[in-house]
Every structure is written in structure tokens, then in C-alpha cells.
């Protein structure tokens, strides 16, 4: 785990860090973080995410590896995310590479750099990271030093158009392989190996491919370049995945945990891989096969442990189809009343509408699941069974009567359109299926629902029934969103539902989206050319410039139809060079029952049946066949079977689960999205004990934003097991009130928090708690001290009435000290500093001399500076500044005025400066006092120490 202090100061970012979206997105640190010896190890391999740290901060796959590399001694592993445009920019504008985030390590002195493979939209981003990591973009442009550039995940099942950047690319499960890979290629190299040679040997391991080592044909039937068979008969043809029992790889527990808020901010646990369904669209659902369970046992533990060691107040249990888990039903119905009891709310994705039975329903309202979303993914049943989505229009409505019955308020429903055999009628089914289940959740739960549809286009992908299939043209996808608004504006007028809301996917995306998933080796100097011309971040609407696209595409004379339209199902596959473990003419069986509307039934379940069998009772009677149609991937129905009652023992499932009736009149009045949190009486002013904090925030966490800091305080007594006193109302938090908010950027040596917490701390215990938080914080979070304070005492929002400032400018801006105390006299002299704030779009003007109470040449800055871990030749300015509700004087205003012209209300840019606040204070009896001085402000005639000039 990462505690140790690491000032900004010493990051190569740090001149321009606070001008930046999120500079905590660059700073490291957080807690779970792993710093290991750079020298002690054989492998260093630098885990990259092509998107943003918010994204990848998210992504479990991410997790797994980051733990399985450094658990093992010999390999050490660190993180590098995508930067976002502005940093991208100030990184070739001043010639800086790109750092991880662990060590601040250039990407180019790793070992192995490996790159997550998502989503195609992020290819111009690795060419991004890989040229501000100095590494060349072609991996035959690479020496002999240079790093192994390596690509794992889904996308690497089709890798041709990434043929030209990737080094090797591991095929299917990463947790074994990617180490492997590692340690061989640096074993290799210290053998004096050449480069070429070892790529060699890599590509022998098996599961791993390397472009260089295999030509290319195109194909007469579809006029894509397709992989041939290698003349080396050492070398795979095809190459076969990687598959790993998940359970000899336990889920991690104690990941980073942190920073700016993620994505998807809360704890995620992959309970399966892989899926029973069968869904003719789902890449996922056919490469990741057969499916694989966690032990439930581990999924509790690793909850358990995961909460605590994060600190979140959310769970995840993440699946491809979690209603499909075969014990999902009784491990939260175990889960549920701990989670409860510690007010952790609990979510569920990926369900399906035949999966919530009234006791899984009734489970998830004690943890207040924040939304439930379900995709039906086609509008008219007969689409439905064309995408071998087994899910009635019955089922659907009979699960929306269960769900809005229960309290809930609001459903999402996911779909697609530019399906293969897609009609008008079953676009326009779209949303009146969304009508219908808005009408069914008003009428069961007597009053409005709301009901959100969000449509995408269907991607053709690769390794699925559907991948010979033509996608929609843009114009084609742009008609039917025509279609879709207008088929809302006709239910409203009909007043059938007014509470459908219709969302729609970025078409233009989705069209690139379908080329790089189809797409063959020529597509290489298409995405180079593009990222050349400023293609990055295609994923963000924002960003996206697909005039930069079609251009490259036109330049190297790319056909898009040859990769958009229908491929003959006789031709080569720009992919077929990857095995994941169908058999030959499975895809194709599916295809032809797809073009006749039928359905297959999931695998593994015995026919007809939806769900699984909750309990023991029923499950270890039922001895009918289970359902296998043959894909090729070999599946042991009876050790599948025998699995599944041995998870119903652990446990303890003997029986059905006995539901309560619930009270008709709280179900419908009752939404478990605002559920108070349990435990006694929330919301009572007399509940707990009241304690004021000291802190100092410096380093990464000065780069937090004021929103994180109150996210991550609640975190630190969630991971020492401290019960936190919650507000009352609709949506309770921690009862927690700061002092007013520093800018991004600013460190400070004196801030305060006040909290009411539920144990009684005597001074002994507090100074013990003090020590605690802060070996669970994260780095520059320092804990000071604390008092516990009573309910007469006014909250330290009321007591400070000021703060003592130091302004620390570089010397040669400043080299003349003496004219810069003439400044900051002149300044003192002024009756009015008068200046126009623009707040919210709106000019004020506002006259802020009286908020000004001291500026001054500071003698004795370095020693702050020195402690704030604020380094460099500099010149500091005291300022103390009066704050009231109604404001205060910004720290950028008083730099502006000191830099330029005082009699200008129109203030320029402050020149370049670094900010920390050296204490806060309040006024009682004309004094200043530390707001921890309580007794002060309570009128004690005790005189405590003057801060007001330290």
C-alpha cells in the first residue's frame, strides 16, 4: 500500500498541474496504491487504460492484473491512463513525457507496457500514450531497448487494424499469461536475445500473437486481408485463447482506491465470467466461454474485505447476466441484512426481466438499490427471438408490476436498433414497449413512473452470429431515430405515457465503431494518419472529429463498405486467425436460425426453465438433462450441475427463501433510492458525539477538488470501522461540515472539519483515532489533531472569520524585495480595491479592500513552504483575509493586483504563483483564535495564542 508523503513539488508536472482539468487524475497516491522497489524486480511492466483515469479507474480487468503482477516478487506493476487534451497539450509544448502514476516513471523504462483493449474508439489514444511516452508508434520501428508493447481484452480477439502499433497481443484470460509474458521477455533479454528472437519465443508460448511474424492475403470473397498460415511450423495457426480457473485468482480486495471520482465511484466484484444466454449480438457472451462462477464464499469475503479497505459505501456485483449467476438469489438474500445494518447500498448490473422474483426484489429494497435497468434490447418479440434474447413482452411487464409495486420510481430500458432483419414496426416497438411498462408501473404503483429508453446502434462484431451481418448506414440510423421521436410524440399525444424518455447513441461513433471491428491490417495507416491530424478521445462526443476520420480514410482509398456492409459467409475473416474456442459452423447454425426468428435455448439450464433454483430443496430433485447445443467449447453438464449444489450448501440454501407480505400502503409510498439509512433514529440532533478535526492538505490531495475531499473523509471511518452519525431526510450522508473550501491547488497547514461520530473518545482515544486516519488516508491527507465539542458550540462554518495566507512567487518575477513590500503597502494605503467578479455568467462589482487585513513581505516563508513540500527559489507574501457568508478576496485577485496595476477593475492573469494557508481563524473578545480553541469561543476569559501573525 501506498502511504508515504510525495509533494507536488517533485512531480514533473507540477508548473502546470493546477491549470488543468483534474490535476488529481496525475498525481497518484491513493490508498491501496502499490510503490515497489524499481531495482528488486525482474519484470516492470506498466498497466496503460487508453481513456481517462475516471474510466479506467473503473474497469476490473485493470484491478485483477494490477494485483496478480504485484503480488508475485518478481514483477512489479504501475498504472498510466490516457491524458486528457490540455495536459496532452502541455506535455509537447514543454517536451515532458507521459508518467506513470505510481513512480512518475517515463512509459519508455518499463519492461512491457500493456494496454487494455475495450473499446475501438480508444486505438488513437495508444498511439497517443505511446508517442508522449517516447516509445515509437510501429513496432518495427522498435529497438532493442525499447519496450514490449502488448494488448490484452476483448478487443484482441479482432487486433488486425492495431497490427502495425502492438507488439504481441495477449488472447483471452490476462491473469496468467500477461506474467508470463513478462518474465519470459525480460529473461529473454538478459540473455542477450535479440528482439526479433524473442518475439519468437513469445508467439511459441501460446495464447499470444504477434502480427510480425504472419502475412497477410486479401480474401477473393470479401476483398479484406485475412491472416495465412505461417511457413514456420514452430508458430500457432490458429492461435488458441488463454482460459484460467477464476477461483485460482481470487478477486482483489484491496485495490486503489481514490483520487477524483470515478465512473462508476463504488466497489466492483466480478462474480462470473462468461454467459449461460447465448445473445447473438454479445461478443463477451462468446468469447468468454463456458461460464465460470466465483466461489460465493470468496464473493463474501471478498465484499467484506473490499468495503473495508476502500472505504465505499456502494457494492457492485458485476456479470454479464446476473439474474443468470446460479446463486445469486441467496447470496444477497445473506449479503442484504449485513449490508443494511452498515448502510451500504448494493447494486446489481446487467439484470434480466425474468430474473427479480419477489424475494430478490424484496432484497434489494433493504439495500437500496439505487435503480434498476434492464435490457430487453429489441422492441417486438420477433426481434427479440432474431437476437435470441429469450425475454417476453409478458415477463418484461410482469417484472415492471413487482418493480414500481415495490416503490421504485424510475426503470431504464436498453435497446438497440439496425438489428439484422429490423422492420419500421419493431423500431417503432421501441417505445411503446417503454409506453406499456411506463402504463403497467403507474398502474401497479399508483402514481407517475418515469421510464428512460436508451437506444444504440447495433455493431457488428466479430466472433458472433452476427458478424457477416451489414450494418446501418448513417443515413439509415438517423431515419430511425426519426422514428423513434416520432413514435413518443404519438404515445404522448394519445396520452398513453408521458413519462417515456427517449435517449439516443452517437450514430457517427458507432459507424467508426463498425469499421475498426471489422476491419484488417489496412486500417493501421488509416488510425495513424488520423491520430497525426488530431484524432483523440473518439469515445467523447466532444471530441470526436470524424471529418479527420473520413479524411484518413480517403487518403489511403479505405472502401467502408467492404467493412460496413454484408460479408459473404463463404469468405476468410480478418480474424479467423484467433481461436476462442467455438467449434467450425456453431457462428453460422446461429446466423441461419437468427434470419428464421428462432430461438436457442441458454445453455446450461434445463429447457423452458428461466432461472435457476434458489435453494436446495428444489435444486437436488430436479434430474433433468441440461440444455448444451454444441458450440464447441467443452462443458461437463454433471460437474456443472454438482458445482451448483455444492455453491447452494456454502450457502446454506436448504430452502426456499419465506417472503413476508409486504405492508400494501408502504410498498407504493416507499422509494428504496431514498430509504434512510438504517440504524437508530438519522437525523436526530442528539444522536452521537460532535468532534472538531485539524487536518493538513498538501501534495495529491491539495489537487482534489473540494467535492472528493468530502467523499473521501467518510471513506477514512469506513475503513477503521467507526460508525459515522448520518443526516436525516431523503438522501442521508455523514453529518460532516468544513471550514470554507480551499481553491484547486492550494495546500493548507490548517484546516477543519466537524463530524459526529457514534463512539465516545475520551482525549486518549482521539489522539489513538488521529493516528489511525491518517495510516488509512491517502497521501497529504494529514490528520493534527481533534476535540470533541458540545452542541452549544458553534459549528466552524460560524467561527472562522478568517485565514492567514502565504503567496509564494518566483524570485525573478519578484528580484527586487524591496519593491515588492512597497507593493504590498501601496496596496495596505488603498481606501477601495475595486474589481468586476463575474460569478455565474453575471459581472459584479465589487469594492474587497475591507476584506484585506494584512499584505506583507514574509520573512520567514521558506520555513512554511519547506513544510507545505512547496520548493524552489521564492519570494512570500503574508496576506490575512477576512471571510464572511458573503465571500472573501480570491488569493488570484490580490497576485493580479501585486503583479500589475491596482487601479484596474478588470484584473489581468495573476502571474505564475503557489498558494498555501497557514491557518484559519475566528474573532472573540478581540483576539484571533484557532477555531480548535473552543473553550475561546464558548467566552472562557482564557487567552489563547494570537494567529493572526503566527
Wanted: hydrophobic share 35%.
Amino acid at each position: 500500500m501506498c502511504t508515504e508523503e510525495r509533494s507536488v513539488e517533485e512531480h514533473p508536472y507540477a508548473s502546470f498541474l493546477h491549470q488543468v482539468t483534474k490535476p488529481a487524475r496525475y498525481t497518484g497516491g491513493e490508498v491501496g496504491a502499490v510503490r515497489k522497489d524499481w531495482d528488486a524486480v525482474q519484470a516492470r511492466v506498466c498497466l496503460a487504460f487508453p481513456d481517462v483515469y475516471d474510466i479506467g479507474m473503473s474497469h476490473l480487468g485493470f484491478k485483477i492484473l494490477y494485483k496478480v503482477l504485484n503480488d508475485d516478487p518478481r514483477c512489479l506493476a504501475e498504472r498510466a491512463y490516457c491524458p486528457w487534451v490540455d495536459v496532452e497539450k502541455e506535455l509537447r509544448e514543454r517536451e515532458l513525457p507521459l508518467v506513470s502514476l505510481d513512480t512518475l516513471r517515463p512509459l519508455s523504462d518499463f519492461d512491457v507496457i500493456g494496454f487494455s483493449l475495450q473499446y475501438e474508439l480508444t486505438y488513437s489514444n495508444i498511439l497517443s500514450m505511446l508517442d508522449l511516452g517516447g516509445v515509437p508508434l510501429r513496432s518495427a520501428d522498435r529497438g532493442e531497448d525499447d519496450a514490449l508493447v502488448l494488448a490484452g481484452g476483448p478487443n484482441a480477439t479482432h487486433p488486425e487494424p492495431l497490427a502495425a502499433f502492438i507488439d504481441a497481443f495477449c488472447i483471452g484470460d490476462g491473469e496468467a499469461k500477461l506474467k508470463e509474458v513478462a518474465l519470459v521477455w525480460t529473461e529473454l533479454k538478459q540473455q542477450g536475445m535479440s528482439r526479433a528472437e524473442r518475439l519468437r519465443a513469445l508467439a511459441k508460448l501460446g495464447a499470444v500473437y504477434v502480427p510480425s511474424l504472419y502475412e497477410v492475403a486479401e480474401d477473393p470473397h470479401s476483398g479484406l486481408l485475412v491472416v495465412q498460415p505461417p511457413s514456420d511450423p514452430d508458430l500457432p495457426f490458429p492461435i488458441a485463447r488463454a482460459r484460467v480457473d477464476i477461483n485460482d485468482y481470487p478477486f482483489p480486495d484491496d485495490s486503489p482506491t481514490g483520487g477524483p471520482e470515478a465512473i462508476f465511484d463504488r466497489t466492483s466484484i466480478e462474480i462470473t465470467r462468461g454467459c449461460t444466454e447465448g445473445c447473438r449480438f454479445c461478443q463477451a457472451g462468446m468469447i468468454y466461454r463456458p461460464i465460470q462462477e466465483r466461489d460465493p464464499k470468496h464473493v463474501e469475503e471478498v465484499v467484506r474485505k473490499s468495503l473495508l479497505h476502500s472505504g465505499n459505501d456502494e457494492v457492485s456485483l458485476t456479470a454479464l447476466s446476473t439474474a443468470d449467476v446460479s446463486y445469486i438469489h441467496p447470496l444477497i438474500s445473506r449479503l442484504a441484512p449485513e449490508l443494511a445494518e452498515q448502510g451500504v447500498s448494493l447494486s446489481v448490473s446487467s439484470l434480466r426481466a425474468y430474473g427479480l422474483e419477489p424475494e430478490l426484489l424484496d432484497e434489494l429494497k433493504r439495500i437500496r438499490a439505487g435503480g434498476l435497468t434492464f435490457a430487453p434490447e429489441a422492441g417486438t418479440e420477433r426481434m427479440r427471438s432474431v437476437v435470441n434474447k429469450n425475454v417476453t413482452e409478458a415477463q418484461l411487464q410482469e417484472t415492471a408490476e413487482r418493480v414500481f409495486s415495490r416503490g421504485w420510481q424510475r426503470m431504464k430500458l436498453y435497446f438497440m436498433i439496425g438489428l439484422p432483419t429490423e422492420e419500421d414496426d419493431d423500431v417503432r416497438g421501441i417505445v411503446q414497449t417503454g409506453a406499456r411498462t411506463a402504463e403497467t408501473g403507474k398502474r401497479a404503483g399508483g402514481r407517475r413512473v418515469d421510464v428512460t429508453v436508451s437506444v444504440s446502434t447495433h455493431v457488428p462484431k466479430p466472433h458472433t452470429p452476427f458478424q457477416w451481418c451489414a450494418m446501418d448506414t448513417l443515413d439509415e440510423i438517423r431515419r430511425k431515430h426519426q422514428l423513434l421521436r416520432e413514435e413518443v410524440k404519438i404515445q404522448r399525444q394519445q396520452k398513453k405515457s408521458r413519462t417515456v424518455k427517449l435517449r439516443t447513441h452517437d450514430s457517427e461513433s458507432s459507424v467508426l465503431e463498425g469499421i475498426f471491428s471489422r476491419g484488417d491490417r489496412r486500417l493501421s495507416d488509416v488510425i495513424e494518419r488520423a491520430y497525426r491530424h488530431g484524432a483523440r478521445f473518439d469515445s467523447w462526443d466532444e471530441q470526436l472529429r470524424l471529418d479527420v476520420w473520413e479524411e484518413a480514410l480517403a487518403h489511403h482509398q479505405i472502401v467502408q463498405h467492404r467493412y460496413l456492409g454484408t460479408i459473404p459467409v463463404s469468405a476468410q475473416l480478418p480474424w479467423n486467425h484467433i481461436d476462442v474456442g467455438l467449434e467450425d459452423g456453431f457462428l453460422l447454425r446461429e446466423y441461419r436460425k437468427a434470419l428464421q426468428n428462432r430461438l436457442s435455448p441458454p445453455c446450461g439450464k434445463v429447457a423452458g426453465t428461466f432461472i435457476h433454483h434458489t435453494n436446495l430443496a428444489d435444486a437436488e430433485p430436479d434430474h433433468r438433462r441440461l440444455v448444451c447445443y454444441d458450440c464447441g467449447v467443452a462443458c461437463d453438464m454433471t460437474k456443472m450441475r454438482d458445482d451448483r449444489l455444492i455453491k447452494l450448501r456454502r450457502l446454506d440454501a436448504h430452502a426456499p427463501i419465506e417472503r413476508e407480505e409486504p405492508d400494501a400502503e408502504r410498498e407504493v409510498t416507499e422509494d428504496p433510492r431514498t430509504k434512510k439509512k438504517p440504524g437508530p433514529k438519522i437525523g436526530d440532533p442528539n444522536l452521537g458525539h460532535r468532534y472538531r478535526f485539524r487536518f493538513e492538505k498538501k501534495g495529491a490531495v491539495a489537487l482534489l477538488g473540494h467535492l472528493d475531499l468530502v467523499r473521501e473523509l467518510p471513506r477514512i471511518f469506513r475503513r477503521l470501522e467507526v460508525e459515522q452519525v448520518y443526516t436525516g431526510g431523503y438522501h442521508p450522508k455523514p453529518d460532516m461540515s468544513f471550514a470554507p473550501a480551499l481553491s484547486l491547488g492550494a495546500m493548507s497547514l490548517d484546516e477543519y472539519v466537524d463530524l459526529r461520530l457514534h463512539p465516545d473518545y475520551d482525549e486518549d482515544g482521539l489522539r489513538q483515532l488521529v493516528a489511525d486516519m491518517n495510516a488509512r488516508s491517502p497521501s497529504g491527507l494529514v490528520f493534527l489533531d481533534a476535540r470533541r465539542f458540545d452542541r452549544s458550540d458553534p459549528p466552524v462554518g460560524k467561527v472562522v472569520e478568517g485565514a492567514r495566507l502565504l503567496i509564494a512567487f518566483a524570485r525573478d518575477i519578484f528580484p527586487d524585495v524591496d519593491a515588492l513590500r512597497a507593493r504590498c503597502a501601496d496596496l495596505m494605503a488603498r481606501d477601495e480595491l475595486t474589481l468586476l467578479r463575474k460569478t455565474k455568467g453575471v459581472h459584479r462589482r465589487l469594492d474587497v479592500r475591507p476584506r484585506i487585513r494584512k499584505l506583507a513581505v514574509m520573512h520567514d516563508a521558506a520555513e512554511h513552504l519547506a513544510r507545505a513540500g512547496v520548493a524552489g527559489d521564492l519570494v512570500g507574501v503574508e496576506a490575512v483575509i477576512r471571510i464572511s457568508g458573503n465571500g472573501s478576496v480570491r488569493t488570484s485577485e490580490i497576485a493580479a493586483w501585486i503583479a500589475g496595476d491596482p487601479s484596474l477593475t478588470e484584473l489581468p492573469d495573476p502571474p505564475p504563483h503557489r498558494v498555501v494557508r497557514l491557518a484559519l481563524f475566528g474573532e472573540a473578545k478581540g483576539a484571533l483564535h484557532s477555531p480548535l480553541d473552543l473553550e475561546a469561543f464558548r467566552g472562557d476569559a482564557a487567552a489563547v495564542a494570537d494567529v493572526g501573525r503566527g
